[in-house]
């Protein structure tokens, strides 16, 4: 059984329980010039900072660990996280349809589209092709209404990810930031977690249900991961059941399976299919360094990223309101640089 601690509305937490120690690098087999190699690399982007850990123990720290920036579409993924508790005690019921759970929008949804499943939605599988409250997705290339059945055709879709939040809160009864400022940053030791500034965003004209976005630090991120890497356990603690974290990394669309076709062919050597709110990797030959490893991912270069074959979490924020150092316009990290800076880490493996 999952225990849940009474409410609590801003969260600061220390304590040696709740925090990744530190190593060498190599004294966890990694290359210690290589690393440096790394750090030059970081500089030369427009990374803002920069966070790694294998084992528990965190090995190479770049820029300000404990600066508060937007999460983009990364914040998917931590709410994927805390649905698990719910889930397996039957608070969310993953068969029960948009009719079931009381979800409607702007201009009303189809009957088809009430038919949707919760696990529809989170799989990002509904076919509901409603406008979303806010930007950042695919539904530029997103087919007819109502011309998809639920289950059967995926696509990158906010409407998807934010009925996902509006499911949550009418299903628990809560609200999702003070269900993560208690259920999991409060137990993980966050630093830098503040529920005062934590808000929703969107336009309700276009749709009721809108965006949960999240301000992290890159340290409180690395928790996140490390959760994720333990199965949902943590000091001892089992926060979320091993049995979701699972299910919720594990592939369910594969790369051949994506909409639009350009996520079938992107090209940059990147294998990236889908879970639960979750990017899955996805390769002809799963064996490798990045086989069974998964990613929150965020535009503009925020990234959480677990590498279950090297025991690694990898965090990376980009603050895109920032002007780069490097060229014209805002910093920015794109997939392919991302991609390159993840093989970097692991060709620094001994």
């Known amino acids: 059984m999952i225990l849940r601690p009474a409410l609590i509305l801003f969260v600061f937490c220390t304590g040696a329980a709740a925090q990744l ?3 060498k690098p190599e004294d966890v087999g990694f290359s210690p010039r290589k ?27 770049y820029g300000d660990q404990h600066k508060l920036t937007y999460l983009a579409s990364a914040r998917k993924t931590l709410l994927a996280v805390l649905y698990g508790s719910y889930v397996e005690d039957g608070t969310i019921d993953l068969k029960k349809t948009l009719r079931d759970v009381g ?9 088809q589209e009430l038919s949707a499943t919760v696990a529809d939605v989170i799989g990002a599988r509904s076919g ?31 409407w998807d990810f934010n009925a996902a939040g509006a499911i949550f809160e ?11 400022a208690v259920e999991l940053a409060a137990p993980l030791g966050m630093e830098d977690f503040r529920r005062d500034i934590q808000k929703k965003t969107g336009d309700p004209s ?44 594990s592939l369910a669309t594969p790369v051949r399976d994506m909409n639009p076709p350009y996520r079938r062919a992107l090209g940059t050597g990147q294998r990236w299919g889908y879970g639960y709110m979750v990017w899955v990797w996805d390769a002809p030959r799963g064996d490798g360094p990045f086989g069974g490893a998964y990613t929150a991912w965020g ?6 990223t677990v590498i279950p074959s090297l025991r690694m979490v990898v965090a990376e924020k980009v603050d895109t309101s920032e002007d780069s150092p ?25």
Do not use: C
């Open 103 to 111: 979800i409607n929008d702007v201009g009303g949804l189809h009957e």
């Open 206 to 249: 276009k749709s009721i249900h809108l965006a949960y976005h999240f301000t992290l630090s890159v340290a409180d991120m690395t928790r996140a991961g490390q959760l994720m890497l333990q199965r949902g356990k943590w000091a001892g603690k089992q926060l979320e059941p091993a049995e979701w974290i699972d299910r919720i990394t």
């Open 128 to 158: 509901v092709y409603h406008a979303a409250s806010n930007s950042g997705d695919d539904t530029a290339s997103a087919p007819p209404r109502n011309s998809q059945k639920p289950g059967t055709y995926f696509l990158y879709n906010n």
């Open 170 to 180: 009418k299903a628990t009864g809560k609200n999702i930031y003070d269900s993560f």
């Open 35 to 61: 690393l440096e190699a790394f750090r030059a690399w970081l500089s030369a982007n427009d990374t803002t900072s920069f966070a790694v850990a294998v084992d528990g123990k965190k090995i190479f720290e």
């Open 326 to 350: 490097h060229h014209a316009g805002k910093r920015w990290v794109d997939e392919a640089t991302y991609m390159a800076t993840l093989q970097m880490l692991v060709n620094a493996k001994k």
């Open 299 to 304: 535009v503009g270069g925020q990234y959480i």
């Open 21 to 23: 120690t530190t190593a």
